[in-house]
DNA sequence: GCTATAACATTAACAAGTTAAGTAAATGTG
DNA sequence: CACATTTACTTAACTTGTTAATGTTATAGC
């Protein structure tokens, strides 16, 4: 994202630092789901260049990674486990099977399915960007530490759930 | 979002149970970036229906939110302070002028900006939406404790560093 | 004062998020 | 079997995210 930094403002007449008797946050900047966005996008904009340069996008790169481990997922499981919605997917997919890095063949048991499957070349374009994404993410703990991951993610889980 | 939860899915041949050496996260469910995303959607789950009744997205209320508390800033300001990037805040702030909930005024001293400020329409629209606002946040709050919540704003602000 | 450079906002082009509606196939009930 | 309902995926329309490029105004160096 890489906003650009500015100066303080020059004034602000009012209430950026008025009293907050009811303690809710009341600058955008202190609101949980912005910062939940800040520390994302600190962390995807080290993941998105790296992607772009193998011509993928974050939502692309999710789906690639998914079939891999799993080798055959249907739209409704990708959507669920890569937690892109189905209009979005289906985008996504025809964007995939078009470079040929996805092939979908319809399920016989249930012809309203499809069941998706890396190509050869898809399984050779997650090899080449995996090696980049551990890099990037031993930075983050370098940085973070395992434990301060640990706790975050734990916390993340337990909100999750609200 | 609320992508519909299945049943597990029939069988999954290999991988997704194999080991881990490295002790990276290789589903990616339990990646920092999506576990951020989730955290994120369930917050945002319950703002964005009481935002959509009032016709406004989440970004558009985070910029009218800013104008409130700030009366006036340009452009740059709302960019930073909303997080939102200035191609899409142009729309943003277009689409709020249309509908007369923000105006713009050129600023004298320096001709490329331009200094926003909340119409009384839209101060209007603040001082409706913005007890749906706290109720929200108060049932977040009691649902995940203040405490939490102030551990978890910590350390996003701290890997938001990175 | 003039020119090169930087900064502010916008436009363009494409990808993805979001909601609602639509199509086709499966399932359940009488 | 006929019919309504549900499920899986897609399409449509609009908004936003993302990067690159453009036009305009300020600023810095000469």
Chains 1, 2 share one sequence.
């Not at 939940?36 to 990674?65: G, N, Y």
């Not at 997922?73 to 890569?82: C, G, H, P, R």
């Not at 996504?92 to 063949?105: G, K, M, S, W």
Request: with cysteine.
């Amino acid at each position: 994202m890489t906003i650009p930094k500015r100066p303080p403002p020059a004034q602000d007449s009012h209430s950026a630092s008025r009293a907050n008797p009811s303690e809710l946050p009341h600058e955008a900047t202190k609101a949980l789901p912005i910062a939940l966005l800040r520390a994302r996008e600190a962390l995807m904009s080290r993941f998105r260049p790296m992607l772009a340069e193998h011509d993928f996008t974050s939502q692309q790169w999710r789906v690639i990674r998914l079939l891999n481990e799993h080798s055959t997922l249907d739209a409704a499981q990708l959507a669920e486990k890569a937690f892109i919605l189905p209009p979005s997917l289906t985008r996504i997919l025809a964007n995939l099977e078009a470079r040929d890095l996805v092939t979908r063949v319809q399920c016989a048991s249930d012809r309203r399915r499809y069941l998706f499957r890396l190509t050869s070349l898809g399984e050779t374009s997650f090899q080449k960007i995996y090696p980049d994404r551990v890099k990037i993410y031993k930075e983050i703990e370098a940085y973070f530490g395992k434990r301060k991951i640990a706790l975050l993610l734990e916390l993340l889980d337990d909100l999750a759930q609200f």
